[in-house]
């Protein structure tokens, strides 16, 4: 059974950084691409960023490029999120997602496994 732990989140004033985490297990994660995601109140959830697990290729939503690094650790299964100069409108909650196969997606409905996501706050 996947299981997919998100942590890390919090308080953070604009301009700070934060990095999420996410614990992985159940299985091996060589085929499978890794996904952050996020959800402002009242709005849909929305992709973020993306890493195929094998080769580690990354893929960045426009709002985030340049601001957010997505990897990973195999040792720990464990991919990141490392954010930097966060706005306030980043204030959302972060979920870690995966999905079988190579094809980076961009679309929750894409991905297979989700965890239960971890609250950031960008205080203006």
């Known amino acids: 059974q996947v299981q997919l732990v998100e942590s890390g989140g919090g308080l953070v004033q604009a301009g700070g950084s934060l990095r999420l985490s996410c614990a992985a297990s159940?299985?091996?994660?060589?085929?499978?691409?890794m996904g952050w995601f996020r959800q402002a109140p009242g709005k849909e959830r929305e992709f973020v960023a993306a890493?195929?697990?094998?080769?580690?290729?990354?893929y960045y939503a426009d709002s985030v490029k340049g601001r957010s690094t997505i990897s990973r650790d195999n040792a720990k299964n464990t991919v990141f999120l490392q954010m930097n100069s966060r706005k306030h409108e980043d204030t959302a909650r972060y979920y870690c997602?995966?999905?079988?196969?190579?094809?980076?997606?961009?679309?929750?409905?894409?991905?297979?496994?989700w965890g239960q996501g971890t609250q950031v706050t960008v205080s203006s």
């Open positions: 890493i195929r697990w094998s080769g580690g290729s990354t």
């Open positions: 159940g299985r091996t994660f060589n085929n499978y691409v």
């Open positions: 997602a995966a999905r079988l196969g190579s094809r980076i997606g961009v679309r929750t409905l894409e991905y297979d496994y």
